[in-house]
């Protein structure tokens, strides 16, 4: 079974400072990862995807995640917080050549809060 | 593209009564989810499809919740009789079809908003 862990509930940056959010994944195969964000009272939007190649990814609104295939971890980076970035991140994993063809699996999410 | 789309926005009924939410999923794509999120639980996926056909409902609460796709533009989430239970908000993703590969990202729509009185 697949599975995501994101250990923390919260982050608290200061504007201008570098960002992590924190993300752990589990599979017997290959991962597709995924990052998503939520500001308030909307749908989930896609920020980011490792599916091979490069373990640096860019996504958008200049987040980046970094892939560990031996930390098994999928970590996602800013260099600079904007307050506009306060909001519920997501990261989800599929397992590559399974059955289940399309389902992802969520982490619980992780609340970003950066301050002025 | 306008996104995928779900109506209504917010739904407010009453224990016992049925509900019907309702998705358009964007053009193109093959493959239509349908989450439950909620404070306690978190987002949960509740039934996938691919082209039309349900893949996996092991996530369907119980036999109050049914989900239909009819044609690859437009689908059903039903709760029959409703409870209070199931207030949260109920999102609808499209993607392309995953076949086995599982690249492709999930569009979300804006979600309803369900409360059971």
């Known amino acids: 079974a697949q599975s995501v862990a994101q250990p923390e509930d919260q982050v608290n940056v200061a504007e201008g400072n570098p960002l992590t959010v924190k993300c752990t994944y589990s599979v017997s195969g290959n991962p597709y990862l995924f990052w998503y964000v939520q500001y308030p009272n909307r749908g989930l939007q896609f920020l980011l995807k490792y599916i091979t190649g490069d373990n640096l990814v860019k996504g958008s609104y200049g987040f980046e995640a970094e892939f560990n295939k031996s930390q098994t971890s999928f970590h996602l980076k800013k260099p600079s917080a904007l307050v506009s970035d306060s909001a519920l991140y997501f990261c989800a994993v599929r397992q590559l050549n399974t059955g289940t063809a399309s389902k992802l699996t969520f982490g619980t999410g992780t609340r970003l809060q950066v301050t002025l | 593209d306008a996104g995928v789309i779900q109506s209504p926005r917010h739904e407010v009924t009453e224990m016992g009564q049925e509900v019907t939410l309702r998705c358009k999923p964007i053009?193109?794509?093959?493959?239509l989810f349908w989450y439950r999120q909620t404070m306690m639980r978190g987002l949960e996926l509740l039934i996938y499809?691919?082209?039309?056909?349900?893949?996996?409902d092991s996530g369907m609460p119980e036999d109050r919740f049914s989900a239909k796709m009819p044609n690859a533009s437009f689908s059903t989430l039903k709760i029959q009789p409703s409870e209070p239970r199931d207030s949260a908000v109920y999102f609808c993703a499209s993607s392309r079809k995953s076949g086995t590969s599982g690249n492709y990202e999930q569009y979300f729509g804006p979600g309803t908003r369900l409360t059971v009185t």
């Open positions: 053009s193109g794509h093959n493959s």
């Open positions: 499809f691919n082209n039309n056909v349900p893949i996996d």
